[in-house]
């Protein structure tokens, strides 16, 4: 079975520029967090998608947006693009969500990261 | 907001070393996650733990919930073990996945 896929692996925007990052869950798991990664540092958690509704949103501006589609699979979407966004922007993907649906394993399934370098 | 912090931040070790790597945080916790990250970037998920003790292989994570601390070890550590290792705690809103990361501790193990 295929693992959680992200993509682009790597892209290069320049300041301004929008970017779209991708990602598709293992089969079966309805719930899909994004968190940056920059350089140095620990993951920042920035969505939570379950059931194509948003759960959590970190502290991030509003040019960041995120959505879910009927099949699972997620996108995250930055407009304006600065500096300082640039960092691994990493997708996980589990199981289920709390108290009323499919028992939630809690295990946190990562794909390989989308590389943003802005210039 | 909870705070995460592990030591220590670098650490080198020879293989067949006992290696501990340490995390805390701040504010009460539902589940505490190990990670493994490679150069390369992706993670993998090594445990998670609410509470006790658990093992896989050569690896076993503890912790503490009333002194707010966990630890990794690694025992007789390889150097395919090199790798940033973060811990990171979630809250208790069920199935949240707003995690709360520490900084990661980069392992190098020498042969």
């Known amino acids: 079975d295929a693992g959680v896929t992200q993509s682009p692996t790597h892209l290069i925007k320049t300041r301004g520029q929008h970017v779209t990052l991708r990602c598709s869950p293992i089969?079966?798991?309805?719930?899909v967090s994004w968190y940056q990664q920059v350089l140095g540092q620990g993951p920042q958690f920035i969505f939570q998608?379950?059931?194509?509704?948003e759960r959590g949103r970190g502290n991030f501006p509003d040019r960041f947006s995120a959505r879910q589609f009927p099949n699972y699979s997620s996108e995250l979407n930055v407009n304006a693009l600065l500096l300082g966004d640039s960092a691994l922007y990493l997708c996980?993907?589990?199981?289920?969500w709390g108290q009323g649906a499919k028992r939630n394993t809690g295990e946190l399934f990562f794909g390989e990261g989308s590389r943003l370098t802005v210039l | 907001k909870n705070e995460v912090e592990q030591s220590p931040q670098n650490l080198t070790a020879q293989e067949g070393e006992f290696i501990t790597i340490n995390c805390s945080y701040s504010?009460?916790?539902?589940?505490l996650h190990w990670l493994q990250q490679h150069p390369g970037g992706g993670i993998v998920s090594l445990f998670m733990?609410?509470?006790g003790k658990k093992k896989h292989g050569r690896l076993i994570a503890t912790i503490n919930i009333q002194e707010k601390h966990s630890s990794l070890h690694i025992t007789a550590s390889h150097p395919r073990d090199s790798a940033v290792y973060i811990c990171?705690?979630?809250?208790?809103?069920?199935?949240?996945?707003?995690?709360?990361f520490g900084k990661g501790t980069k392992l190098s193990v020498i042969p």
């Open positions: 504010v009460g916790i539902s589940a």
């Open positions: 089969s079966g798991h309805k719930s």
């Open positions: 996980a993907s589990t199981n289920g």
């Open positions: 990171a705690v979630r809250g208790f809103e069920a199935g949240s996945y707003q995690l709360t």
């Open positions: 998608y379950y059931e194509k509704e």
């Open positions: 733990l609410s509470s």
